[in-house]
């Protein structure tokens, strides 16, 4: 969606609301695609005091996450709030107002750089997730594998025959 900011900035409209929904492409985030479900919702203020624009919108999506631990796929559900600042001045005093340079302020830009900056590091599908057996690849949230589970580091390998064949 985008706005035509110039008549907030001169004083006609002091303030415009924001309630529109959009289609989020696939975003590919360090090397996982995640799908967006459904369409994203904003809603939302676009007020201006003096020479800056003031964003304030609640945002709603669905994402669809590959889990780094099962690799099942999840439904992962964004409800953030942002508050962007701009400003028309290329020299105004505001060090964390973004500078536009046009009559227009793209607000679709801003969501999607806003839900890709809260996107977890590590997307796992619930917080207890049991992961893959590291032996036979068994999804450890659905079955349990008969593996044995000894956690030994392999550096120290050669050192358990020592205490293997020690008797007692």
Excluded: W
């Excluded at 035509?4 to 929904?21: L, M, T, W």
């Excluded at 999607?112 to 809260?118: A, F, G, L, Q």
């Excluded at 349990?144 to 205490?163: H, M, N």
Aim: charged share 35%; proline share 2%.
């Amino acid at each position: 969606m985008k706005v035509q900011i110039s008549d907030i900035v001169s004083g006609k409209d002091r303030s415009k609301k924001i309630d529109y929904e959009f289609e989020i492409p696939t975003i590919n985030f360090e090397g996982d695609e995640i799908k967006p479900i459904g369409s994203c919702e904003v809603v939302g203020t676009i007020s201006a005091d003096k020479d800056i624009l003031l964003v304030n919108a609640k945002i709603k999506a669905k994402l669809e996450m590959v889990c780094s631990r099962c690799l099942d796929t999840f439904i992962y559900p964004i409800d953030i709030d942002i508050e962007e600042r701009f400003t028309t001045n290329r020299n105004s005093e505001d060090d964390e107002a973004i500078v536009v340079m046009d009559d227009v302020l793209d607000i679709t830009e801003i969501v999607e750089t806003s839900i890709i900056s809260t996107l977890p590091i590590k997307r796992v599908c619930k917080n207890d997730c049991e992961g893959l057996c590291q032996e036979c690849g068994c999804n450890l949230n659905h079955d349990s594998c008969s593996c044995q589970k000894e956690d030994v580091d392999i550096r120290f390998e050669a050192l358990r025959s020592l205490f293997d064949n020690k008797e007692v």
